[in-house]
Each structure stands twice: as structure tokens, then as C-alpha cells.
């Protein structure tokens, strides 16, 4: 019988899927059992802490003669596991939500982040974004919860927005924006900014959050036979909707407010289609002016939310405290060398 070339590679792919979808499920689990065995071996040890530092030391000895192949049980890393133990009382929670973190990221989030809402912040964020070490890193280091979560944010979306989308839309906001891989020069022109944006879109995209899909900049729009450009267009893959992005290295004035929200108009005329939801728009500042803004906003008709934006060396000093120290970034280091041994089980 021949072989039906279409059918053959149908089938092939089948099989393909099936395979790495069993070999991350082999990941995810082999993950889950060694957190938890991590876990129950800090229970142990903070249980007997009363029988000093020898303790550690002994155990960690002791398993490397009789498991001479196994990884991961540095004394570094068992006081990490005591830690860890001590940190998350309920085994629930570990079960729950920590077995889907690689370990070295758990570590991360243990060392920096001492409260516990913020904690399980950065979790769930991690988890839903999928993070690397060195993103988890940056983002706690740049006070993101601080930024995303805490700080109030001037907007009208809750106004002029359905409920569900307002909230999304509110959450989304960052207040201020890091760019911080763009240096500011002098007296630094605002399509100066848009161009080295648009040449980092990675990092911008990064730093906009998930969900952000790029169109493009300096996007052409036509009215009555006017020529319009947008600095930089979106649209947002959860909100289904486009956002429309002003640039301003000024503060904050009312006329932008009125200028954005006539470029949502149009935008909202000549691109969104009927399953898309309104569009939104953001103002980005240098200097907000908070009152200002809140009464420019309060009768505009379209939704817009106005935050500030930080360039490398332009960070106020409160902000300076979320750049790492230079012990901070010795013991990062000191960190990396302990735990080679155990890259490949930690990852």
C-alpha cells in the first residue's frame, strides 16, 4: 500500500507534539518533586537548628557519600532550602504555586522581596509571563510592583471603560516607565527617545508587559486629506484593543490630552474594526504634573492615563535604591560560583 505523503506528515507532527508535551510535563514534574523535596529537607532542618551549624554541614557530607551523583546539596543551598522552609510555612502553598518556579528563581525572590503580598506578586507574575532569572531579577530590582501595583495612576479608564477592560487597562500602566537602556544626552529631543525605542523594541516591549504587540511608529494617518503620525501604535492582545502612545520629554501640558484624544478618534474610525474594543491611549512624560493632569483628563472622551518615563541616568534619588549595590552584585556572584555544581538540576 502506498504511503500518503500528507497523511504520513500529519501524523508525524501529531507525534511530535505528543512528544515534547510529554517532555515538559517530565519537567514540570521533575521540578515539582525536587521543590518539595527541597522544602521537606528545610522542614528537617529548621525542626533540629537547635544542633548548630555541624548539622548542615554533616548532612550535606553525608548525602554526597551516599548519593554520590546527586546535585543541589551544597551546605549553601541546604541553609537556602532552611530558608526556603521557613519562609513558605504551608506545603499547600509550595504544592500550589512554587513547584512551577525553577529554584534559582525562588532563591531570587526569597532574597529580595521581604514582603509576603509581594512575594506572591512576583510569583504569579513570573509564572504568567514565564521570566527568566536575569528579567526576575531586573524587574525587582526596578521596584515593578512599586511601579505596576502601588503607585496611583492618573487615567480615566475606569470612567470611560467596561468594567473588565478599565481594569486591565489600569493594571497594564506602569507609573514611572523604565527605559533604562536609552542614556539621556543633554537636551534630548523627543524623536531622539522614539527612535532608540523603536531600535530596542525588545526591551521596550519588556518594560510596556505582556500582552503589547508592536504596529508601529510614526504611524500615518490621514484626515480630510491632513496628514497625521502617531509616535508609537499597539495593540494589546488581552484588552484587544490598539493603544496609541504620545512621547512627551516635557511635562505634562492639557493641550496633549486633546491632541491624543483626537488620534484615538481616528483611530477608532479608520482601524478598529467591530470585534475590537475602544482604543486606549497613553501619555508619556517626563514630569506628569498630577493635578494638572487629573483635570485635563476629567472631561476628555476618550480614555487615556498620563505616567512619567525614567532614561539611564536620570533616575531621582528615590529610585536610586532599586539599582543593585555593589555587594548586592558580589553576592550574586558569589551565588552563580556555588551553585554551578547544580545548574543543571536548579534550572
Given at each position: 500500500m502506498l504511503m500518503n505523503?500528507?497523511?504520513?506528515?500529519?501524523?508525524l507532527d501529531e507525534i511530535k507534539k505528543e512528544i515534547r508535551k510529554a517532555q515538559y510535563q517530565a519537567v514540570v514534574s521533575a521540578n515539582r518533586e525536587m521543590i518539595m523535596l527541597y522544602w521537606y529537607t528545610g522542614n528537617h532542618?529548621?525542626?533540629?537548628?537547635?544542633?548548630?551549624?555541624?548539622?548542615?554541614?554533616?548532612?550535606?557530607?553525608?548525602?554526597k557519600i551516599e548519593f554520590p551523583?546527586?546535585?543541589?546539596?551544597?551546605?549553601?543551598?541546604?541553609?537556602?532550602?532552611?530558608?526556603?522552609?521557613?519562609?513558605?510555612?504551608?506545603?499547600?502553598?509550595v504544592q500550589r504555586a512554587l513547584h512551577k518556579l525553577p529554584w534559582r528563581h525562588n532563591i531570587v525572590i526569597m532574597d529580595k522581596v521581604?514582603?509576603?503580598?509581594?512575594?506572591?506578586?512576583?510569583?504569579?507574575?513570573?509564572?504568567?509571563?514565564?521570566?527568566?532569572r536575569d528579567t526576575l531579577v531586573y524587574q525587582i530590582e526596578s521596584d515593578l510592583y512599586q511601579r505596576q501595583v502601588s503607585v496611583k495612576k492618573i487615567a480615566n479608564y475606569d470612567r470611560l471603560l467596561p468594567e473588565s477592560q478599565g481594569e486591565l487597562a489600569r493594571q497594564t500602566m506602569k507609573d514611572p516607565y523604565i527605559f533604562d537602556f536609552i542614556a539621556a544626552k543633554g537636551k534630548i529631543i523627543e524623536k531622539e527617545v522614539e527612535r532608540e525605542l523603536v531600535l530596542n523594541i525588545s526591551k521596550l516591549l519588556l518594560e510596556l508587559g505582556k500582552g503589547f504587540a508592536f504596529v508601529g511608529n510614526q504611524y500615518h494617518l490621514e484626515v480630510e486629506g491632513e496628514d497625521f503620525y502617531i509616535d508609537l501604535l499597539f495593540y494589546?492582545?488581552?484588552?484587544?484593543?490598539?493603544?496609541v502612545i504620545e512621547l512627551k520629554t516635557g511635562n505634562f501640558r492639557p493641550e496633549f490630552a486633546g491632541k491624543l484624544n483626537f488620534y484615538l478618534s481616528a483611530v477608532d474610525d479608520l482601524l478598529k474594526k467591530e470585534y475590537d474594543?475602544?482604543?486606549?491611549?497613553?501619555?508619556l512624560c517626563k514630569n506628569k504634573r498630577g493635578m494638572i493632569a487629573e483635570y485635563a483628563l476629567k472631561d476628555i472622551t476618550k480614555p487615556i492615563g498620563v505616567t512619567e518615563y525614567r532614561l539611564l541616568e536620570t533616575l531621582p534619588q528615590e529610585y536610586e535604591k532599586m539599582l543593585p549595590s555593589v555587594e548586592d552584585i558580589?553576592?550574586?556572584?558569589a551565588l552563580e560560583m556555588d551553585t554551578t555544581e547544580e545548574e543543571e538540576e536548579d534550572e
Open positions: 505523503n500528507d497523511e504520513y506528515f500529519g501524523i532542618i529548621n525542626e533540629h537548628k537547635s544542633w548548630g551549624n555541624k548539622f548542615i554541614e554533616n548532612l550535606s557530607r553525608d548525602i551523583d546527586i546535585t543541589g546539596f551544597s551546605i549553601r543551598n541546604m541553609k537556602y532550602m532552611a530558608k526556603f522552609s521557613a519562609t513558605y510555612h504551608d506545603p499547600e502553598f521581604k514582603d509576603q503580598i509581594q512575594r506572591e506578586w512576583y510569583i504569579a507574575s513570573t509564572i504568567e509571563n514565564g521570566w527568566t494589546h492582545l488581552e484588552l484587544r484593543c490598539y493603544v474594543n475602544p482604543s486606549i491611549g497613553i501619555l558580589k553576592s550574586r556572584i
